[in-house]
Nanobody, 111 residues
Framework: QVQPVESGGGLVQPGGSLRLSCLVSGITFSMSAMGWYRQAPGKQRELVARITFLGSTNYADSVKGRFTISRDNAKNTVYLQMNSLKPEDTAIYYC?????WGQGTQVTVSS
C-alpha cells in the first residue's frame, strides 16, 4: 500500500522559509514521479511542483523562483523548499504519487 507522510509545516512570517518533507513507503520510490499540491480554504487543490523519476521538475507559476522540489531516493523522501513565503501560500500541502495522497501538513504565512 502506497503511503505518503508529510511533515515540516508550521507558522512562518512573510518572507520566511520552510522545508516540507514527504516520506513514501510501499512503492519503488526511485521509479516514481512525485508531486506537491496545496489547498487553501475555499479553493480547489492545485499542483505546486512535480519531479519525475529522472529529476525533471516543473512548478506552478505562482511559486517559480521561490520553491524548489527535490528528492532523495536513498531516503524515499521528496522535499519542498519554500523561500520568500507570502500570505497567499497559506494552505494545506499534500504529497502525492500513484494516485495516493498523504494527510497533508498545514503551512500558515502570517505576521
Amino acid at each position: 500500500q502506497v503511503q505518503p507522510v508529510e511533515s515540516g509545516g508550521g507558522l512562518v512570517q512573510p518572507g520566511g522559509s520552510l522545508r516540507l518533507s514527504c516520506l513514501v513507503s510501499g512503492i519503488t520510490f526511485s521509479m516514481s514521479a512525485m508531486g506537491w499540491y496545496r489547498q487553501a480554504p475555499g479553493k480547489q487543490r492545485e499542483l505546486v511542483a512535480r519531479i519525475t523519476f529522472l529529476g525533471s521538475t516543473n512548478y506552478a507559476d505562482s511559486v517559480k523562483g521561490r520553491f524548489t522540489i527535490s528528492r532523495d531516493n536513498a531516503k524515499n523522501t521528496v522535499y519542498l523548499q519554500m523561500n520568500s513565503l507570502k500570505p497567499e501560500d497559506t494552505a494545506i500541502y499534500y504529497c502525492s504519487t500513484q494516485n495516493s495522497w498523504g494527510q497533508g501538513t498545514q503551512v500558515t504565512v502570517s505576521s
